[in-house]
C-alpha cells in the first residue's frame, strides 16, 4: 500500500524567503520517503532594514504579504496536509517582528513561528546529516545564513556541542559586526575542536550550495580549503557588476557569497579542517522532517 502526501516548509531568512513542498512517500516494509517537489526563494532581504534600522521597512512589509500571499496559494494548488512557517534573526531582531507576524497571519492566513538560534540548529540536524557522516570521524557542521551563522560540533554521530553567532552574510555587507564577535567565534571554535585529532567541515546554505556546484565535484567528494581559498580570492578580483555579468551569479548572490565563503574559510582555519563536505540540506528539509517525525508543532492547511 503505497500512500503519499505532501507537507511545506517556509523559511523567512535575513537573506530570502523559501517555501519548499515535499512528498512525504509511505509504503509498507519500507523506510518512509522524502523526495523535494518544488522551492520557491524570494530574495526580500529582510536584514538589511532590520540590522541597519532595526525595524521592518514599509516596502518590504508589502512583499512579504505579497510572498506569503502567493505561498498560500502555492500549498492551496499542491494540496498540502500541513505546513510550518519559521522566521529566524531578522524577524526576531525586529522591533515590529511580532507586529509582521500578526499582520501576516491576518491577511495571508499564514501562521509564523519566530525561532532563536538554538532551535534553527535543532530543526537542522533534523536532516539526513547522519547519512552524510561518518560514525567514527569528527565534523564542524557550518549553517551560514544572513543574520547568523550556527556551529555544531558532531563527534562519533552525536552533537557535543552548539552555538549560533550573529556573524551572518548580511551584516557583514552592512559592515555592523564587532571585532569582539569574531574573536568569540574563534575561541569558541578553538575551544570545542581542540581535543580531536582531525576535523572536517560540513557546510549549508545557498552560498555554499552554489560554489559546490560550480566546482563540479561529484556529490559526497569534499571542497579543499585550497581551492576555497583560491575561489575566495577569485570572487574578490571581480566587481559587483561582474559577478553578475561573467560568473553569472544571481544579484542576490553576487554580493553575499563573499562574506559567506569568510565564514567558511575561518571556521576551517580556526578547527585546523582541510577539506568541507556540501550535503544540500538546510532548514526548510529539517522543518519538513520535524513535521513529519512530529518534533514541532505544524498547521494544518
Known sequence: MLSIKKYAAIDIGSNAVRLLISSIIEQKNQPTKFKKTSLVRVPIRLGSDVFLNGVISEENKERMLDTMTSFRLLMKSHKIVKYKACATSAMRE?????????????????????????????????????????????????????????????????????KSFRIGTVRLLNDIVKKETWFELEDWIKNKTKGYDSIDLIGSGGNINKIFKISGKAMGKPLTYFYLTTYYNKLQTYSYEERITELELNQDRADVIIPATRIYLSAMKWSGAKDIYVPKIGLSDGIIKSIYYETVSSVNL
Open 94 to 162: 525586529a522591533d515590529n517582528g511580532n507586529e509582521m507576524v500578526k499582520l501576516i497571519s491576518k491577511k495571508t492566513k499564514i501562521d509564523i513561528d519566530i525561532i532563536d538560534g538554538e532551535e534553527e540548529a535543532a530543526i537542522i540536524a533534523a536532516t539526513d546529516l547522519h547519512s552524510y557522516i561518518k560514525e567514527d570521524k569528527t565534523y564542524l557542521y557550518v549553517d551560514v545564513g544572513g543574520g547568523s551563522t550556527e556551529f555544531s560540533v558532531i563527534h562519533l554521530g552525536n552533537t557535543v556541542a552548539s
